[in-house]
């Protein structure tokens, strides 16, 4: 099994930045994909960004230009930096893991709130 355990999350004005990150342990060598989705209060949880274990990388359209995410394999962590923040990110974040059995653990969500 994969553990997930996430960081990073706070609140931040609009325009400001913030990098989540996401460790991994457990069974780590059979990881394939990480990513993260967010949940709004209210709204369905939707794919924030996802890497490959290769490196690919594929964002929604709403954070492409403003978010990057980014894996350290040595570190079994992916990390989200998220700059020129929107009140419209206001979130609970969520990592994920997805293994070669397309298995997915959960990290247990972090609250990004952008406000002023």
């Known amino acids: 099994q994969v553990r997930l355990v996430e960081s990073g999350g706070g609140l931040v004005q609009p325009g400001g930045s913030l990098r989540l990150s996401c460790a991994a342990s457990?069974?780590?060598?059979?990881?394939?994909?990480m990513g993260w989705y967010r949940q709004a209060p209210g709204k369905e949880r939707v794919l924030v960004a996802v890497?490959?274990?290769?490196?690919?990388?594929n964002y929604a359209d709403s954070v492409k230009g403003r978010f990057t995410i980014s894996r350290d394999n040595a570190k079994n962590t992916v990390y989200l930096q998220m700059n020129s923040l929107k009140p419209v990110d206001t979130a609970v974040y969520y990592c994920?893991?997805?293994?070669?059995?397309?298995?997915?653990?959960w990290g247990q969500g972090t609250q990004v709130t952008v406000s002023s």
């Open positions: 457990g069974s780590v060598f059979s990881i394939n994909d």
């Open positions: 994920y893991a997805e293994d070669i059995y397309r298995n997915r653990a």
């Open positions: 890497i490959r274990r290769g490196g690919s990388t």
